[in-house]
């Protein structure tokens, strides 16, 4: 617990800037991905918000279809966590390098899943979909 206050306290600014940029962009444009605002196609990312949702509701199929990612990433986050906050590991060592090939993995799965995702579904169904209403697509249609 005491690590944990101790990381907010470190991030609190990078937490609150994240956060109130989100609820802007939800405001504004009902869609909290940059990505799609701007360009009007999915990022890698797009979907987890949904699928986050659908588990928490218990529909783990629903869950996987809006992105496959999400449970790997939750188990990767506990293990973080435990590691962090339950052993108290700092960031460094060992630990640093850890979390950092567990973090590159990811981010290679992330573009194989985006990259498969946007060769079979898009521009299919969500979240897979074309913003029409994209800024990119708006500035064209002058
Ligand atoms: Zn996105």
Redesign the pocket.
């Known amino acids: 617990m005491k690590l944990l206050l101790k990381d907010i306290r470190k991030y609190y600014i990078a937490i609150i800037i994240t956060v109130l940029s989100l609820t802007v962009l939800h405001i504004v444009f009902h869609n909290v991905?940059l990505?799609?605002i701007l360009f009007g196609i999915?990022?890698a990312?797009?979907g987890l918000t949904r699928a986050g949702i659908y588990l928490l509701q218990g529909n783990v199929t629903a869950s996987v279809r809006m992105h496959p990612l999400l449970l790997p990433v939750l188990v990767e986050m506990t293990v973080y966590c435990f590691l962090r906050y339950g052993k108290g590991y700092e960031y460094r060592g060992k630990f640093k390098r850890y979390t950092q090939g567990v973090l590159l993995i990811t981010l290679i799965l992330m573009f194989v899943v985006y990259f498969y995702r946007m060769y079979k579904v898009f521009p299919g169904e969500a979240p897979m979909d074309y913003n029409w209403y994209c800024l990119f697509h708006l500035y064209h249609l002058k």
Request: net charge positive; with cysteine; proline share 14%.
């Open positions: 991905c990505f799609k999915p990022c990312a797009c």
